[in-house]
């Protein structure tokens, strides 16, 4: 069986206290006024979660995927919306700089994303694409020694909070020969002149993150903002998504244990017919059931991180990426339903989490690639012609 080691299981042990301290009291409010808790987010800086998997040359810890797994696990855990807000700061803002940018873009932009002072987004999907990701209709043209970009993205993490430094977005920068577009990445920063970031949505759930739709009207950026080689950006963002989808189990994992530990609480504590109500098989069994998902999904989930840490073939990474993420995410939705069916009438209000966890959890099933982009993967992996 896999384990985390003692190191991991320390590490743990930190970010809990961290939630349970300062965001668990608040939670409830800031969900329910849908407030961004700029100086959380950078309490969660100041205690290294954003430079976890970032060297130190500049400012990180040098660790390695699991732990920042952990790290976003034990967040969601406490919320799901926060949980969110450090696998986008990560997996979006910092590591696509990380693993493409230049030293100068580098040294630029990462000390304050690592440090957790500022935060940057990565806008890939858009009105008309989200799984096909090849239909971009944003464009990038090269007009001297600038981009100009004109565009719409939509659902996108990170992006216009007060500390957003800037976003990465997918665009198309010509045409191939075969006729398909060019696809390339660029970076373009909070305040210039045609980047807008619209009003944020009201979402079912997650209303504590920073989520905005963006739109691009003549925007100038110098030549330099192209992130990685010119054409490479669909190829990035295909990289950057296997990582994410391990993350997005680790936050899935988060709640199936929330979801448990409200569950056996409450059902040693709720008297009915002579009794706490954890004593009826009923609803022993459904808790029962909660646990194997839990336990299934924490397994599969740090078995992928560590492929990820060892280094293992991106084949049979992506495939296990894809497995974790499909398993642990439609897990944590029954867990949610069976939570929310345990706590009876209570469940449905919102003066209790579950009610909360209920909301949050469907759009895990959506983010970083669907159930269905997942059983396509799968199959796929397989060796199957699935379209």
Request: net charge negative; aromatic share 8%.
């Amino acid at each position: 069986m896999f384990e985390l080691s003692r190191e991991h299981e320390d590490f743990r042990k930190v970010v809990r206290d961290f939630a349970e301290r300062e965001i668990r009291p608040h939670v409830a409010a800031w969900d329910k006024a849908h407030h961004f808790p700029v100086d959380v987010v950078q309490k969660m800086g100041d205690l290294g979660l954003m430079g976890l998997i970032a060297p130190e040359e500049y400012g990180g810890a040098g660790g390695d995927f699991t732990t920042l797994c952990v790290a976003i696990e034990e967040l969601g855990r406490v919320d799901q919306a926060l949980g969110i807000t450090l696998e986008g700061a990560v997996g979006l803002g910092i590591n696509p700089i990380l693993t493409y940018g230049t030293e100068e873009q580098k040294q630029r932009w990462l000390p304050d994303l690592v440090a957790g002072q500022r935060l940057a987004g990565f806008g890939l999907t858009e009105p008309g694409a989200g799984s096909d990701a090849g239909a971009t209709q944003t464009k990038a043209e090269l007009d001297g020694d600038e981009w100009v970009v004109n565009g719409a993205k939509q659902f996108i993490t990170n992006s216009g909070s007060e500390i957003t430094s800037l976003v990465t977005v997918t665009a198309r920068t010509g045409t191939r020969e075969d006729g398909s577009a060019e696809i390339s990445t660029i970076m373009i920063p909070s305040g210039t002149p045609g980047f807008v970031a619209e009003a944020g949505y009201d979402k079912l759930g997650w209303h504590i993150s920073d989520t905005h739709p963006l739109s691009f009207t003549d925007c100038r950026v110098p030549a330099e903002n192209l992130l990685g080689e010119r054409g490479r950006g669909f190829a990035q963002f295909l990289a950057t998504l296997d990582d994410g989808r391990v993350a997005i189990a680790a936050l899935a994992v988060g709640l199936i244990q929330a979801c448990v530990d409200e569950c056996v609480r409450y059902a040693n504590e709720r008297q009915a017919m002579g009794g706490p109500i954890g004593r009826k098989q009923g609803v022993a069994f459904q808790i029962a059931d909660m646990e194997v998902m839990l336990q299934a999904s924490r397994a599969l989930t740090y078995q992928a991180a560590a492929m990820k840490d060892a280094g293992a073939p991106m084949k049979s990474f992506k495939h296990a990426a894809s497995i974790a993420k499909l398993y642990a995410t439609e897990s944590a939705v029954t867990a949610t339903r069976i939570a929310t069916q345990v706590f009876g009438g209570y469940g449905f209000m919102e003066e209790y989490p579950v009610a909360r966890y209920y909301r949050d959890a469907k759009i895990l099933e959506i983010g970083e690639g669907t159930s269905e982009v997942q059983r396509m993967l799968i199959a796929r992996g397989l060796g199957l012609p699935v379209e």
